[in-house]
């Protein structure tokens, strides 16, 4: 069976652009969450979707949005990018909300210049 | 507001040695806790899940416990070898959240 599976993995963007991450999440999956992390950090929570609705946001600006679609994949949109977005994007899965395993796919590399 | 210590920030050992790595929450009331294994530039890889009610749990060369009173969990590696070099990250889903609260984790080098 295939993971959790994000795209793209690599993305180089400039200051004041737009960036769409994407993620689909181990069949059967209903909870998608999205996490930061930075460079020698622990990553950071930014959202958690469940059944196609919000069910947490971290402390993030508002220029940091999500979804989550029908079939359960999600996107994490970032607008008016800034050098302190770049990072290791993380995507993940569970069956579940609070008491499964998350299980990560393995990052889109934002690089913002 | 829920913070997750983990110490040493860098473990270097010989192939071989057994080891312990050490993580403390400051907010007793979890859900669970999980150990993950990063490896340079990737994704996290799930190693063990403790619920809040269990005490440890087992796989392979590595177990996990868990002190919910104290605030303290343990991940200990017997005969350690050269492909466990990884970060080791721990965090916790708290209670009434839905958000995993990781720490900066423990950088562990196995040497030859």
Redesign the interface.
């Known amino acids: 069976d295939a993971g959790v599976t994000q795209s793209p993995t690599h993305l180089i963007k400039t200051r004041g652009q737009h960036v769409t991450l994407r993620c689909s999440p181990i069949s059967g999956h209903k909870s998608v969450s999205w996490y930061q992390q930075v460079l020698g950090q622990g990553p950071q929570f930014i959202f958690q979707y469940y059944e196609k609705e919000e069910r947490g946001r971290g402390n993030f600006p508002d220029r940091f949005s999500a979804r989550q679609f029908p079939n359960y994949s999600s996107e994490l949109n970032v607008n008016a990018l800034l050098l302190g977005d770049s990072a290791l994007y993380l995507c993940a899965s569970s069956f579940g909300t609070e008491t499964y395993i998350q299980y990560f796919g393995a990052g889109t590399r934002l690089s913002v210049l | 507001k829920q913070e997750?210590t983990q110490i040493p920030a860098a473990l270097s050992v010989p192939e071989g040695e057994n080891l312990v790595l050490n993580c403390s929450f400051t907010d007793s009331a979890i859900?669970?806790l999980?150990w993950?294994r990063q490896d340079p530039?990737?994704?996290?890889?799930?190693l063990l899940?403790i619920?809040s009610s269990q005490r440890e749990q087992t796989s392979g060369r590595l177990n996990a416990s868990l002190d919910k009173s104290s605030g303290r969990s343990t991940l200990y590696i017997a005969a350690s070898q050269p492909g466990d070099s990884a970060t080791y990250?721990c965090?916790v889903?708290g209670?009434g959240?839905?958000?995993?609260?990781?720490?900066?984790?423990t950088k562990l080098s196995v040497i030859p």
């Open positions: 997750v859900y669970n999980q993950f530039g990737k994704g996290l890889t799930s899940l619920q990250l965090a889903t209670a959240s839905y958000q995993l609260t990781f720490g900066k984790g």
